[in-house]
Structure formats: structure tokens, C-alpha cells
């Protein structure tokens, strides 16, 4: 047996720990009582359009409904994102540069494993989603964590400069993120592309941003989700609707290889080896029909304005310190002792799930994820006034 891929099943991630006690707590006292903020669960429905196309294709010959697409998807959907995005963001992508994937985790996992060989070195932008380490272990590769500006958590340009050597391939950034909540500034963005095209001058070789952008649409109070390759051409896009349409369960997303990056045709091509060595063989047939009929389909990220609203509300009142969201369905709240996991614990002991950071990679914080009802955090005020009164 491979006693990595043991660990890996063996240990759950804390996130999905506190997830799996919660709902066992919630079976004991009731779900009312229990205040689970830990998973990245979407709490707004799938638009009706979704249901509708998926009726629509239901109706069609199963050999049709059923089969195999092309492994790097079905043409007419690759066609329908590529129109879609030169729509919003005045480009020219054709279908050809677009690789269809089973949710943004195939494809962060099929960029990862394309464009990387074993020594190599990836960046992550610390606090981060856990996941990344795995991938980019899983391809032999060293995951070097870089934490981001301790004042904002917008990405540490200088910092990220002197962890670049020339085993470097990637750096992932991921906007709005997973945990924090920020959005990176357009200004953050081009400092950022600016550093990496003087070092990929200076040792000769491509540095590829891969951009992991599952929660794009879903930003709030003016925030501004830049379109990364026109910041910084040598940029793999990963995407999902995962969040955006509420279809996590659904697995269904792409990897877009613009070509203006470097080698982008290679670069595509591995992308399409990639799924072919990790067994992905093709996204699920019935969703590339509804995403090539639902493309167009507004965002609805209102509840997500309210949810937002009233939980800093609660908050500020109660007097705790985070950073302000921006954008995803996160909140970044200060722990308030320097042990992240014993302050998420005797959270617990009020009912209150929240996640340590020490998951993300840095300690000090909890994630709040608040796609959660709004009684939910209505309801949860006590509990957040107790775990207040503790530390007082
Ligand atoms: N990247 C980030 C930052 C995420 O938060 C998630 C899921 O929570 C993923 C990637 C994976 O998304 P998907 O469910 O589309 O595979």
C-alpha cells in the first residue's frame, strides 16, 4: 500500500472533521442549536435555469444524454464559456483553449500536474486552501508557502520576489480567497506582474500564475475581480461553478490555457495529458449540457450581501477584529488567543463551529464561512458573546 495516500484517507482535513462533529452534535441536540460555520457549502439555491436545462436535457436519447464527450469536452460547451468570457472580458479565447474538468480541484490538480516535473517548486499564497500542498506534493513538487501582508492579507510582492529560485514553475493565487475573503487589488496584481516578468528575464523561463478563481463573481460592496491574463499573460485560469450556480456536488469546471501565455499550446496539450494520467477521461456529459445552456445565467450573490451584513453587524457589536470580506462567502476573524485550534475548540463548547487556521497554513485566526441561513447567524449571537466573555 502507499502509506501517503493511507495518511491522506486515513486523516480527514480539519475543516471536514468539524463538519462531521457537527453533524453528529446536531443529531444529539437538535440542528437549531448547533451554529456550524466551517464548510464552503453554498447556501443559495442553484438558479431555476439550472433545473429547467437539466429537465430539458433529460428528454434527449440516452446515447446522446449519456455518452462520453471528447476529453477535453463536449466542442459546443468549450464554445459557449469561450463566447461568455470574451463577452465580459473583451478577449478572443476559442474553444480550443478551453479543457474541461470535474469542478476547479481537477483543475487545479491537471495544471499542477501539467507544468510541473518532481524538484520542482510552486507557490502558495499562505493562509491557503489546503488542498494545494496535496496536489502539489502529489506531483513531487515543494510546496513553498509564502504568507501574505500581515496588515491586509493582499499579496506580498517583495516576499513572494525572494522565495522565487529557479526550480520555481507556478504560484497560485486565488481571488476572492479561500479563507480570507480578500479580493486582490487590480495595483496588487500588476506590482505582482511586474516582479514576475523582471525574474522570468532574469533566469530565462516561464513563471505561470495559475489563477484558481471558483468564487469570481461572488464579490461584494464595489469590490473588483480583475481578469488575471490581462494582467500577467503567462496565466493558467481555473474555474468552477461550484459556487457561482450553487453545483459543488455537480463537478463541473474548466481550465482555460489563454494563448498569449508562454508555450500556450504545450502547455494545453499537458493539461489534456494530465487529465488523461489522472484517469479524468471527461466532465460529466449532462452538465457540460446545461452549463453550455446556462452560461449566461446572472450570479445571485444577494444573500451572500445580507449574510455578510449581519454577521459583521453582530461582530462589531460584540467587539471581535476581522478582516473585512470582500468577496467569497469567508470571514477572517481574529482569534482571540495565539492558539487558533484551542480558541476553534472552546468555541465548540458554545456550539460554535468555526475553523482554526492553523489549516490554512498560519496560526492566530478562524475562518467563518457564512453560507449558512440567516437565522443561523441571527441565532448564533450568544454564542459569539459567550466565547467573547471567556477571554474577558
Ligand atoms: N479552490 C478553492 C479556493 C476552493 O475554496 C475550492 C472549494 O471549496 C476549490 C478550489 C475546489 O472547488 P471545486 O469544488 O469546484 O472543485
Not at 495544471?111 to 486552501?129: K, Q, R, W
Request: glycine residues 6%.
Amino acid at each position: 500500500m502507499n502509506e501517503r495516500m493511507y495518511e491522506l484517507g486515513a486523516a480527514p482535513s480539519a475543516i471536514r472533521e468539524l463538519f462531521a462533529y457537527g453533524l453528529a452534535r446536531k443529531a444529539e441536540i437538535g440542528a437549531d442549536k448547533v451554529y456550524d460555520f466551517s464548510l464552503g457549502n453554498p447556501s443559495v439555491p442553484a438558479p431555476d435555469a439550472i433545473a429547467q436545462a437539466m429537465a430539458k436535457a433529460l428528454e434527449l436519447p440516452p446515447m446522446q444524454l449519456h455518452s462520453y464527450s471528447p476529453a477535453q469536452g463536449a466542442p459546443a460547451c468549450r464554445q459557449a464559456i469561450a463566447d461568455n468570457l470574451n463577452k465580459r472580458f473583451g478577449t478572443a479565447y476559442s474553444s480550443d483553449d478551453l479543457y474541461l474538468t470535474m469542478g476547479a480541484a481537477a483543475a487545479l490538480d491537471a495544471c499542477i500536474t501539467a507544468i510541473t516535473n518532481p524538484g520542482d517548486e510552486v507557490i502558495a499564497n499562505a493562509p491557503y486552501f489546503p488542498e494545494y500542498r496535496i496536489w502539489i506534493e502529489n506531483a513531487g513538487c515543494t510546496c513553498v508557502e509564502v504568507p501574505t501582508r500581515s496588515s491586509d492579507f493582499q499579496l506580498d510582492v517583495p516576499a513572494l520576489a525572494a522565495a522565487i529560485t529557479p526550480k520555481t514553475r507556478a504560484i497560485i493565487v486565488n481571488s476572492p480567497n479561500n479563507p480570507v475573503g480578500t479580493v486582490y487589488t487590480r495595483e496588487n496584481l500588476e506590482e505582482l506582474a511586474a516582479m514576475l516578468r523582471a525574474k522570468e528575464e532574469e533566469l530565462g523561463q516561464p513563471i505561470y500564475l495559475i489563477s484558481d478563481e471558483p468564487y469570481r463573481e461572488l464579490a461584494y460592496g464595489g469590490a473588483q475581480v480583475s481578469w488575471v491574463p490581462d494582467i500577467y499573460a503567462d496565466t493558467l485560469v481555473c474555474y468552477s461553478w461550484s459556487k457561482s450556480f450553487s453545483l459543488p456536488g455537480e463537478r463541473i469546471g474548466y481550465v482555460l490555457v489563454p494563448p498569449a501565455a508562454a508555450d500556450a499550446r504545450r502547455v494545453y496539450l499537458a493539461v489534456c495529458g494530465a487529465g488523461r494520467v489522472l484517469g479524468y477521461v471527461c466532465a460529466p456529459t449532462l452538465l457540460q449540457k446545461v452549463i453550455a445552456d446556462c452560461i449566461d445565467t446572472p450570479v445571485n450573490v444577494e444573500p451572500y450581501v445580507r449574510n455578510r451584513k449581519l454577521l459583521t453587524d453582530m461582530l462589531d457589536d460584540l467587539g471581535y477584529e476581522y478582516i473585512e470580506p470582500a468577496g467569497a462567502f469567508y470571514l477572517w476573524m481574529k482569534a482571540l488567543e495565539p492558539d487558533a485550534q484551542a480558541f476553534s475548540d472552546k468555541a465548540k463548547g458554545h456550539e460554535l463551529l468555526i475553523v482554526a487556521s492553523d489549516s490554512f497554513g498560519v496560526g492566530g485566526w478562524v475562518r467563518v464561512s457564512y453560507c449558512v441561513s440567516e437565522e443561523t447567524i441571527v441565532n448564533s449571537r450568544d454564542a459569539f458573546a459567550a466565547l467573547k466573555a471567556d477571554y474577558e
